[in-house]
């Protein structure tokens, strides 16, 4: 029996009949095969690796009796068999995945972009738009880093929380209906033992969420044990402080169950979903003694690190052993029915691997007939048809080919051609056309290519008037985010010191009164799980504005940025999005910690979000309006030192758009081209006033956004008239200032329009120490700006420009 601690009463809906038990036997017997064909599948070298969820079929049944429509789930790569029960994955699905088939129709998850068993069911169509959340069953889409589904889930839930207190969200029944939806998280024992985890049960804990963790225990993690993992050994005994006292404190609801029975298991989901959805009170069941009888996945064996009794203790606890022997026992089904049904689905499940093979194969096949075809055509005229048909048997004799064999083979045979005749011209066509289309099989979708991407929303030019006032910056700041609260009842401003404080530089101060505890919300410091908070919230048709409170703290969420948000809809191919803007403040306030600029790591890791710098509360206000009407992600870094500096507010400050790529010349010169952004272009301002004196014209440009870079090639156009250029930022060197390096010399070309070598000036190597001082000392100051500079037109003109300083 579930050691259910609460024990609430379950649904009259759910119906079980001896037909329902069997047809759920059925879909995990038939996981189990797809299990084992999908081994050997890898195996023999037809897919690249295998994982699968051999092991833990008999839960995930139960969790799929529980799940509903409107319900999302985040896991990880053990659930095949919860996605067949529901419907959201079939076996043919599965094995296209497996195969890497890159096309959606066969690989909706992914279109053969992620590993096999990394799930996801389309919640956005291919024209952009959101399909029927609130009326489908739903996946978020699988990651493998361990426990990187975690932060996720936490938005994903606190969404339904929202949708039920919001009167303001009422109308949105393609999103919600009252905010029923649970977030269904998975994830294996050992993964417990990452810090997102514990993060994101106590976030889910402080929110009162409906959020349900499934904890898939086969005692592992790959080869170490639990008690390597976990205090105790036993992750359900360290929970219990987590455990809620009803009527007295917030808290989960914690059940243990075994993984092998069926009973139990159903009774248990279907209690503990009863109470989460209704109440939300978020639960955890901590499903135990689960196996893995094909081992941890294609590669290693488990024989290697688990002992000969353990692995007869997994025998005997085979979770569809053990529900067939209870089948039997209680005369739902009896041994000749079960045999007869099993091998009936031994069959469908090779049929459908079989089918989802061909499928993979006809379209390479076809381009392979067109290759030889081609290469064919070559041999018979070239005097070195040996080597072209050696290439071509090659190719013709080979089972499991690949695309980029072809591209391979194809280059060989041009290599091998002496002249440029018809057949080689259409060979060159050939593979030219095969190169573009796997180019876009593979990386479409890394931005959005909606009506709605940030790239396609029109400018909107600030208007600025005899009335308009002269403010702080962070009230320039203040008054765009509540004309945008206004303007849009989904957007939500969350982070720590958000709420109550208004932020730690008061540009959402008086918000929370105005628009409610829940639209402009406090979150604990958590900077991973406010990050995955936002990114379940935005796949939800949310628009929430997520503040990390220093830029130096955006590496604690770094990782999640990274892996989930960044990446969500290029391996969705579109199927995906969280359109989550990142507010936060950087560059220049004080120490090593609040006055990074860790840009380069930032835009390396992070392509897929857009990264803007606006240089003051003005052009920030401007980026929020164009974000908020797009649905492409993206991180706003403000200016720290910005908010106490004088600006005018100007009149349209509720829509003024200001364009992503775009830079903006902010001194016209001639002489020479200074490239930066952010803090720096104060500093730069500063140093080419000072460089005028002594007859230096600068020319400096603001690029406003690192990704997208210069979209319009504003800076080569630049250097055309002054054919020198000094890239300035406080990354350290050859950090953010090597990127736009790169952009500028190889992107534009603009290395054909130097008179100068190009040069970079960036903080020091060392992070930027305290104090006055210190920080001139490691950041670039107008005399190092002006020094560089100037040395610059020296080597150029050392008679016009003399080392007056050195
Ligand atoms: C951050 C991270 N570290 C390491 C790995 C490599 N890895 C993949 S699965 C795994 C073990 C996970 O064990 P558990 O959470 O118990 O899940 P199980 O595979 O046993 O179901 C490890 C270490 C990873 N994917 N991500
Ligand atoms: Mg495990």
């Keep these: 029996m579930p050691q259910a601690k609460q024990s609430p009463q379950p649904p009259s809906s759910v119906e079980f009949t001896a037909a329902t038990i069997i047809e759920d036997y059925r879909v995990g017997f038939r996981s189990r095969q797809a299990s084992i064909i999908g081994r050997k599948e890898v195996l023999t070298g037809k897919a690249k690796f295998g994982i699968f969820g051999d092991g833990k079929e008999v839960a995930q049944l139960a969790m799929a009796r529980a799940f509903r429509k409107g319900d999302i789930r985040s896991g990880y790569y053990r659930d095949q068999t919860f996605m067949f029960a529901t419907g959201m994955a079939d076996v043919e699905q599965f094995f296209a995945q497996l195969y890497a088939h890159n096309d959606i129709r066969f690989d909706p998850f992914s279109a053969g972009r992620s590993m096999n068993s990394h799930f996801g069911s389309r919640m956005v169509d291919e024209g952009g738009a959101w399909t029927d959340l609130a009326d489908q069953y739903q996946s978020s889409s699988d990651i493998s880093p361990t426990g990187s589904q975690m932060p996720r889930l ?13 009167p303001e969200l009422r109308e949105m029944q393609q999103f919600s209906r009252n905010g029923d939806e649970i977030a269904w998280g998975t994830i294996g024992n050992a993964s417990c033992a990452e810090g997102m985890f514990w993060e994101a049960v106590n976030a889910g804990g402080v929110l009162g969420i409906p959020m349900l963790i499934s904890i898939w225990d086969d ?75 094909l081992g941890h996945s294609t590669s290693g064996s488990q024989e290697r690190y688990k ?7 997994e025998e005997s606890f085979d979770c569809l ?35 989802a093979w061909e499928a993979y194969r006809a379209p390479i096949d076809a381009e392979k007939a067109e290759f030889v075809a081609l290469a064919e055509g070559i041999a018979a005229e070239s005097a070195q048809r040996e080597t072209i048909d050696t290439v071509i048997s090659e190719v013709s004799r080979s089972q499991a080919i690949f695309r980029r064999d072809l591209m391979r083979s194809a280059l060989n045979v041009l290599a091998a051609a002496e002249r440029r005749t018809p057949n080689v011209e259409a060979l060159i066509k050939w593979r030219k056309d095969l190169g573009e289309a796997g180019a876009e099989r593979i990386g479409s979708h890394l931005h959005s290519e909606s009506p709605q991407a940030a790239m396609a929303v029109q400018e909107v030019r600030p208007v600025f008037s005899e009335s308009s006032p002269t403010l702080n910056g962070f009230e320039i700041i203040n008054a765009c985010f509540d ?21 730690v530089n008061q540009g959402c101060a008086g918000l929370q009164e105005k628009y409610g505890l829940h639209r ?42 990274s892996d989930d948000l960044a990446s969500l809809r290029w391996r969705t191919a579109g199927g995906q999005r969280a359109p989550v803007i990142v507010r936060t403040r950087g560059h220049r306030l004080e120490g090593i910690w609040h006055s990074g600029s860790p840009m380069a790591g930032i835009i390396n890791l992070i392509r897929g979000i857009y990264v803007c710098v606006p240089r003051n509360m003005t052009q920030a206000a401007g980026f929020y309006n164009t974000l908020l009407q797009s649905d492409d992600p993206a991180v706003v870094i403000e200016v720290l030192n910005a908010y106490r500096a004088k600006e005018q507010r100007p009149d349209n400050i509720h829509e003024f758009a200001v364009p992503l790529g775009v830079p903006e010349i902010l001194r016209q010169g ?9 803090a720096c272009c104060r500093i730069a301002l500063e ?11 600068v020319e400096l440009i603001d690029v406003q956004t690192l990704l997208p870079f210069d979209v319009n090639g504003m800076v080569v156009k630049s250097l055309q008239k002054t054919n020198r250029v000094l890239f300035l930022d406080e990354d350290v060197p050859g950090g953010a200032t090597a990127y736009l390096m790169r952009e500028v010399l190889e992107t534009q070309q603009g290395y054909e329009w130097l008179d100068s070598p190009p040069r970079t000036l960036s903080a020091k190597p060392h992070r930027p120490a305290y104090g006055s001082d210190g920080d001139y000392w490691s950041k670039p100051s107008r005399e190092d700006v002006f020094e560089m500079v100037y040395s610059m037109m020296h080597e150029a003109e050392p008679g016009r420009f003399p080392l007056f300083f050195q």
């Excluded at 052993?321 to 499940?349: C, F, H, T």
């Excluded at 908070?533 to 990782?559: K, N, S, T, V, W």
């Excluded at 001639?670 to 952010?678: A, E």
Aim: proline share 3%; with cysteine.
């Design 154 to 166: 936490v938005g994903l839930a606190y969404a339904s929380k929202l949708f039920r207190e919001l």
């Design 219 to 293: 005692g592992y993690g790959i080869s170490v044990p639990n008690e390597f993992q976990i205090t105790k050994g036993d992750i359900s005994a360290v929970l219990t402080g987590f455990q809620r006292e009803a009527g007295r404190t917030n808290g989960y609801d914690i059940y243990t169950v075994k993984g092998w029975d069926y009973p139990s298991l159903c009774e248990t989901f279907i209690n503990a979903s009863a109470v989460v959805r209704t109440e939300h009170v978020p639960g955890i069941i901590h499903v135990v003694d689960l196996t893995q009888p």
């Design 307 to 313: 002992s000969r009794e353990r692995l007869q203790w």
């Design 321 to 355: 052993v053990r529900m067939r022997k209870w089948m039997v026992d209680q005369g739902i089904a009896s041994p000749d029915a079960l045999n007869d049904y099993e091998a009936e689905d031994r069959d469908s499940v090779r049929a459908a691997q079989r089918r």
């Design 483 to 503: 004309a945008a609260m206004r303007r849009y009842p989904t957007l939500m401003l969350m982070g720590e010191d958000v709420g109550r404080l208004g932020d």
């Design 520 to 561: 402009v919300a406090d979150t604990g410091i958590r900077e991973c799980t406010i990050l995955g908070q936002a990114i379940g919230m935005a796949m939800r048709g949310l628009r929430p504005i997520a503040e990390i409170q220093y830029l130096d703290y955006i590496l604690y969420a770094l990782q999640i940025m």
């Design 670 to 678: 001639d002489d020479l081209t200074l490239v930066t952004y952010g």
């Design 687 to 697: 140093a080419v006033e000072l460089l005028k004196t002594r007859g230096i014209e």
